[in-house]
């Protein structure tokens, strides 16, 4: 049973700081591509963030370049997602996915996908 499971989510203020991570079982994390997604109340879900089995390449989505960066350890099987200088439509619930394709962004192509946690970022 394949599950990944992501925590750090929670209360912050516009400008501050959190971590999320998502932490794999049941796979093979390390020939998996990992990902970060979100969906916002009233909005469909959308691309964050996409790295590499190895880690050494990734790709954000331009509404969080230069403040979201993402990471993982694949001998924990773990997967970061470190979010700066927050902003209110940072708000959404976030996340974790693991897909077997390759360059690939859109939600259809996921093999999974964690339960999500919830960011708020207040005004």
């Known amino acids: 049973q394949v599950q990944l499971v992501e925590s750090g989510g929670g209360l912050v203020q516009t400008g501050g700081s959190l971590r999320l991570s998502c932490v794999a079982s049941?796979?093979?994390?390390?020939?998996?591509?990992m990902g970060w997604f979100r969906q916002a109340p009233g909005k469909e879900r959308e691309f964050v963030v996409l790295?590499?089995?190895?880690?050494?390449?990734?790709y954000y989505a331009d509404s969080v370049k230069g403040r979201f960066t993402i990471t993982r350890d694949n001998a924990k099987n773990t997967v970061y997602l470190q979010m700066n200088s927050l902003k209110p439509e940072d708000t959404a619930v976030y996340y974790c996915?693991?897909?077997?394709?390759?360059?690939?962004?859109?939600?259809?192509?996921?093999?999974?996908w964690g339960e999500g946690t919830l960011v708020t970022v207040s005004s």
């Open positions: 996915t693991a897909s077997q394709a390759l360059y690939a962004i859109n939600p259809g192509a996921m093999d999974y």
């Open positions: 049941g796979l093979t994390f390390s020939t998996y591509p």
């Open positions: 790295i590499s089995r190895s880690g050494s390449g990734t």
